[in-house]
């Protein structure tokens, strides 16, 4: 069973940037996509970025496009988001995620019904 490991999250202000980490175990995390959710307080859990499973295409929601960047490294089985430009709206929990089903290459796998591992969360915090 996989299980992953999200770190990085903190106190920020406005304008300012955080880089989160996500950590995999076992031997499989290179043929999944992977996912970056978040969940602010009193709001459902939103989808944030995705990258397949080999790195060649990534996917962003509209709110996030053109600050954060997602990325992976299958040797070292981790993946990250790279957050600029921060904003207080951006404050949440966020959670890395594991897809379904290895080598998908869909372009936009945004439901997080299609994925089934998460980890535990890092709160970012974001003053204005």
């Known amino acids: 069973q996989v299980q992953l490991v999200e770190s990085g999250g903190g106190l920020v202000q406005a304008g300012g940037s955080l880089k989160l980490s996500c950590a995999a175990s076992g031997r499989t995390f290179w043929r999944y996509g992977m996912g970056w959710f978040r969940q602010a307080p009193g709001r459902e859990r939103e989808f944030v970025a995705r990258i397949v499973w080999n790195g060649g295409t990534t996917d962003y929601a509209e709110s996030v496009k053109g600050r954060f960047t997602i990325s992976r490294n299958n040797a070292k089985n981790s993946v990250y988001l790279q957050m600029n430009s921060l904003e207080p709206e951006d404050t949440a929990v966020y959670y890395c995620?594991?897809?379904?089903?290895?080598?998908?290459?869909?372009?936009?796998?945004?439901?997080?019904?299609?994925?089934?591992?998460w980890g535990q969360g890092t709160q970012v915090t974001v003053s204005s």
């Open positions: 995620a594991e897809e379904k089903s290895p080598y998908t290459m869909a372009t936009s796998l945004r439901s997080e019904y299609e994925y089934d591992t």
